[in-house]
């Protein structure tokens, strides 16, 4: 079947997705979302599988290659690159995350794309960046979560380094490259030309450490670990209720005097140990243990319910299956159904931006290995003999 746009907003523009794993498919999927034709290009079934995407009917498979679809090209054979560059000539954007040499060995760098299509845009995702002295080092989450600070600030003080619970430097590389792309597609509207997009674990990473980052750089003060705690706008942390936990965010001077009001601890807010985020800062100990005094009163839901209509940021911790059976999250509709013709129904992660006018839907589930490849060849002008020569000379 064609293309099947899952939005009117991207649906004028072709994508060549070439990438595997997390952070090259986190960049397509918000492409894909809002209806753009993204290609998933793979190996043939005949040529060794790269088996770090995970099984094809597996979660992630699921949740990060839908409303796409599936061709097999060998691009290492000389007619598999001559069949990819042709689809170059009709493309928009190209997105990839092979280490930096990998393009260049393939021919299918920048200036190569370029050369057949000035107007294609080609997305870059790696470990460290395209050039450097690390350039050819393997990229992984965890290791960015390491080199770009995260894990010296997250977990309890004296217990060591811990990372994040999620690949957040892979989602934001994904994320930041999607950006990219994005802009790079409305500059060409001026001039008429792409450009090589260029995003990285470890500058995604050190980009997500924000106001932490940004502490050192203007300060010179180096982050610590501080647990649940805010580094520095207290009390603001996870507090023990009768039956679980709270977390609380009552920083600044208004906002915690409605948190001493709703707590009946009115006094808190005139004592000198308590009288500003600084004070409270450092007297963190103390504050904590006589906040989860009073939180043990009452209920995790007693609590929240009071502080939200106080005023004050709060919110119960979940666990995941908790997390889509809150009924704001339902409302939102934070799970999106999707009818796989092998797994039946299912739910994945649902697209977080919304948009008024040209939303993005899931319109299918993740294609299964060359599901369209005579599709998309035929589209190109090759016929049912040519497929089949293809496939006998493992191209396809």
């Given at each position: ?129 395209q050039d450097g002295p690390y350039r050819n080092r393997p990229g992984f989450d965890q290791i960015a979560q390491g080199m770009g600070g995260l ?142 005094a009073a939180l043990a009163t009452r209920t995790t839901a007693e609590w929240n319910a009071l502080l939200n209509e106080a005023g004050v940021p ?83």
């Amino acid at each position: 079947m064609p293309h099947t746009p899952a939005s009117t907003a991207l649906a004028r523009f072709v994508v060549l997705d070439l990438t595997r794993v997390r952070a090259g498919p986190t960049c397509v999927k918000q492409l894909a979302d809002f209806g753009a034709d993204v290609i998933k290009i793979e190996l043939p079934p005949s040529v060794e599988q790269d088996t770090m995407s995970g099984p094809r009917h597996g979660f992630d498979m699921q949740n990060l290659h839908r409303n796409k679809r599936s061709m097999t090209l060998n691009i290492k054979a000389p007619e598999g690159r001559e069949i990819f560059m042709r689809m170059v000539e009709r493309a928009d954007v190209v997105v990839e995350n092979f280490r930096p040499d990998v393009k260049v060995r393939l021919g299918i760098d920048y200036a190569a794309l370029r050369a057949v299509n000035p107007r294609i845009v080609l997305a870059s995702i790696s470990g460290f960046g395209q050039d450097g002295p690390y350039r050819n080092r393997p990229g992984f989450d965890q290791i960015a979560q390491g080199m770009g600070g995260l894990m010296m600030v997250t977990g309890e003080p004296g217990r060591g380094p811990m990372r994040a619970g999620t690949a957040v430097a892979d989602i934001a590389a994904g994320l930041y490259a999607a950006c990219g792309v994005l802009t790079a597609l409305l500059e060409r509207e001026r001039s008429g030309e792409g450009q090589w997009v260029q995003s990285n674990l470890l500058q995604a990473q050190i980009g997500l450490m924000d106001f932490q980052a940004a502490r050192y750089l203007v300060t010179g003060e180096v982050p610590q670990q501080v647990g649940n705690d805010h580094p520095h706008s207290m009390p603001t942390s996870a507090y023990r209720t009768a039956d679980g936990y709270l977390n609380v965010g009552a920083s600044g001077q208004i906002i915690f005097r409605r948190f001493c009001r709703a707590l009946g601890q009115e006094a808190w807010a005139d004592r000198p140990e308590f009288a500003d985020e600084k004070a409270r800062a450092q007297n963190r100990a103390q504050l904590n243990a006589e906040i989860n005094a009073a939180l043990a009163t009452r209920t995790t839901a007693e609590w929240n319910a009071l502080l939200n209509e106080a005023g004050v940021p709060s919110g119960p911790i979940y666990r995941m299956d908790e997390v889509f059976a809150d009924p704001q999250v339902r409302h939102l509709g934070a799970a999106a159904p999707v009818e796989h013709p092998t797994l039946g129904g299912i739910r994945i992660v649902n697209q977080v931006v919304k948009l008024s006018r040209t939303p993005a839907a899931i319109v299918r589930a993740t294609p299964e290995l060359g599901e369209h490849t005579d599709e998309i060849l035929g589209e190109l002008g090759y016929s049912a003999a040519d497929l089949a020569r293809l496939r006998e000379a493992h191209v396809i």
